[in-house]
């Protein structure tokens, strides 16, 4: 796993880039790879590369060229499967100078030009810049599992990793917030790509390529798209126990190609639920003796799982490694986590993440896998089972019993949203006539959410606008989405929104690599993610029993006491994390009054207001989930602003070990 970061010039009168810009770029995402930094430039480019040696620590340097020195890459993430492409490359005649997956990139777009990314099983975030064509390609995995911006800024295209390190190479860059990302952020929990929460600044889409040639127009193609059962069409044909078996033999594979595609030891986080729980027992087979696991546990105990962690550790028979998080734990690390999400969040849960993977790095891992996607591919979370009963109501609005299913629906938290039947039937009932509409598994999420906008300050709602975020996100659905069964129509929204923008992002890759660690996701595998979409959704959600197929498939390989638990998505303390008497400075610097006007995302007056009425309210039972939300972004919203817009970037250059300088 690396940073990636580069200017390339899109008009002949530019100046070159130089190289000190390149180390700057390098040394603003030097969290990403601290292990080795290389740089590349000619007259009209600029490569860089910070680089954490997974694969071929001895001859996989980047940049890295092909054997007519003409086509140059730079590469975070791994190709799992490049051993096989390799020998498929090498019989067709095509050279290879080391054993590393970059050069197979190299010259698999070489033999197959962009054909080649569907070939791919794995995750990545690619730069590929042909000298002679004058042509720059960046791609990106299906998913979104590694990050890639770029920006067109003053004749030039600017892409990397992460945003910091285009301000930190082009100072002439606005650094500004956008109100559409915002906007978005408090509709989705997330932007959308291409949409950013910075101003000038875009996201490579999931799934697409984007060329930039000289004296051609831009190009930016999907490459892959998710696809589910039309008709008869794309679906799996097998009975139940044939499909249980397809998907046991297919995650198997993949947790095994995660597991022996690294030249360095690979551990496995165990949350004490399925998906993570199945993956780690598959990881052990696969390693055998001497692997290391790692859990968080929690001070307060409605978030805790450690019963679970330790039972599954004991029967793998894991190195296992534990670490335990309080709120003053997440409120004294949350500045941090925002400068390395570069986006405002609603939910706090990426910063316990942040400590776990700094305990992976104390014991010396650099890989490990988690179950992340699980839920989006094999529908376990609740919002699917609440679509599914919102939708057998609207059948028969009036009915009694019906909305009554709800109360299955979040046993595991102490402020459960169905535990009021009159509220419940309020707030999960608005709408039903639009059943069959797009969007509706997920309206009251977004309607819960953007009511938080009512703390945005005049500007900020005078910039949106009349835009309408979610109109416009379900303008963007394929034209077969009414086509697919109402389950894969919901699991491809939250594919699309949380899973991209904040799960791999927020949650994931930025706090994985904020301690040079990289995440491997099994079930984000390109074969797994084709097996789960083709499956009948009676499979994955049985009735109201979430990932159905996944638990027979876990049988005999996890512990009955996880397998049997219902289940507890991953939460962390949120707004009451801030407001003890041991809150931590910073939390009063951001809000005061003088700091929101100069940010100009929230209205002093009501922020304050909601800010003094939770510093004094006596229990926990008096946070609402909205004021958990609404603290929570306003907090890292104004973190962003100080961090990422009113600063200046201070960043060293690294020491180079790799410097190809063709101006020289």
């Not at 044939?242 to 095994?256: F, G, I, R, S």
């Amino acid at each position: 796993m690396c940073g990636i970061a580069g200017i390339v010039n899109l008009s002949a009168d530019k100046e070159p880039v130089t190289i000190d810009q390149l180390g700057r770029m390098a040394g603003a995402i030097e969290h990403r790879g601290p292990d080795e930094f290389g740089v590349y430039r000619d007259a009209h480019a600029g490569l860089a590369h910070a680089r954490l040696s997974i694969i071929d620590l001895a001859t996989g340097q980047q940049p890295l060229c092909d054997e007519d020195d003409a086509l140059w890459i730079v590469f975070n993430g791994e190709i799992f499967n490049y051993v096989e492409l390799r020998e498929e490359l090498v019989a067709m005649g095509r050279p290879f100078k080391t054993k590393s997956d970059t050069e197979v990139i190299v010259q698999a777009w070489k033999a197959w030009g962009e054909a080649a990314f569907e070939r791919f099983n794995g995750q990545w975030a690619v730069a590929l810049w042909d000298s002679k064509a004058k042509r720059l390609i960046l791609t990106r995995d299906r998913l979104g599992v590694r990050p890639l911006y770029y920006a067109e800024h003053d004749g030039r295209v600017i892409f990397g990793s992460e945003v910091k390190s285009f301000f930190a190479g082009v100072p002439t860059l606005p650094r500004a917030l956008d109100p559409v990302g915002i906007d978005q952020t408090f509709t989705f929990w997330t932007v959308v790509p291409p949409q950013t929460v910075f101003q000038g600044i875009k996201e490579l889409e999931p799934g697409h390529t984007r060329i930039y040639e000289h004296g051609k127009p831009v190009r930016d193609t999907a490459y892959w798209t998710p696809k589910y059962p039309d008709g008869s069409k794309d679906r799996f044909e097998g009975s139940l126990e044939e499909a249980t078996v397809a998907l046991k033999d297919a995650l198997d594979k993949a947790t095994h190609l995660r597991m022996v595609r690294a030249d360095v030891p690979v551990g496995s986080y165990l949350s004490g639920g399925l998906d993570s729980s199945l993956v780690a027992a598959l990881a052990k087979n696969a390693k055998g003796s001497g692997f290391q696991t790692f859990s968080l546990r929690f001070a307060d105990a409605e978030y805790d799982e450690t019963k679970y962690q330790r039972a599954m550790a004991t029967r793998l028979g894991t190195d296992h490694h534990e670490i335990v998080v309080s709120r003053k734990d997440i409120a004294d690390v949350f500045p941090k986590v925002i400068r390395h999400t570069e986006r405002p969040i609603l939910r706090t849960a990426p910063a316990p993440l942040m400590m776990l993977s700094g305990l992976v790095k104390k014991h010396g891992i650099k890989v490990v896998l988690t179950g992340e996607g699980a839920d989006e591919m094999l529908a376990g979370y609740d919002l699917f089972r609440e679509a599914k009963v919102r939708r057998f109501w609207a059948k028969h609005q009036t009915s009694t019993w019906r909305p009554r299913l709800l109360e299955r629906l979040y046993p595991y938290m102490a402020r459960s949203p169905v535990a009021q039947q009159a509220l419940t039937r309020q707030f999960f009932g608005r709408g039903l006539e639009r059943a069959k509409d797009p969007g509706f598994s997920h309206e009251p999420r977004w309607h819960g959410t953007a009511a938080l906008k009512r703390l945005f300050s005049a500007e900020l709602r005078a910039a949106v606008g009349e835009r309408d975020a979610v109109k416009e996100f379900l303008a963007t659905l394929p034209p077969e989405f009414p086509r697919w069964p109402f389950l894969a129509q919901d699991q491809y929204i939250e594919v699309r929104t949380l899973l991209s923008g904040y799960l791999l992002s927020s949650q994931g890759d930025r706090m994985l690599m904020a301690s040079s660690v990289e995440g491997r996701f099994p079930f984000l595998d390109k074969n797994v993610i084709a097996l789960s979409n083709s499956l009948p959704p009676s499979y994955k959600l049985r009735v109201l029993d979430e990932k159905h197929i996944l638990k027979r498939v876990a049988k005999g390989l996890i512990t009955d006491e996880i397998l049997q638990r219902s289940k507890q998505p991953y939460r962390a303390p949120d707004a009451l994390s801030f407001v003890g008497p041991d809150r931590p400075e910073w939390t009063n610097e951001v809000m005061k009054e003088s700091a929101l006007k100069d940010a100009g995302l929230f209205d002093p007056k009501a922020a304050l207001q909601l800010w003094n009425k939770c510093l004094t309210r006596k229990d926990d039972s008096q946070f609402s989930n909205s004021d958990n939300m609404a603290v929570v972004g306003i907090l890292s919203a104004q973190i962003l602003f100080g961090e990422l817009v009113a600063k200046e970037p201070s960043v060293s250059i690294p020491m180079l070990k790799t410097k190809i300088d063709r101006l020289a």
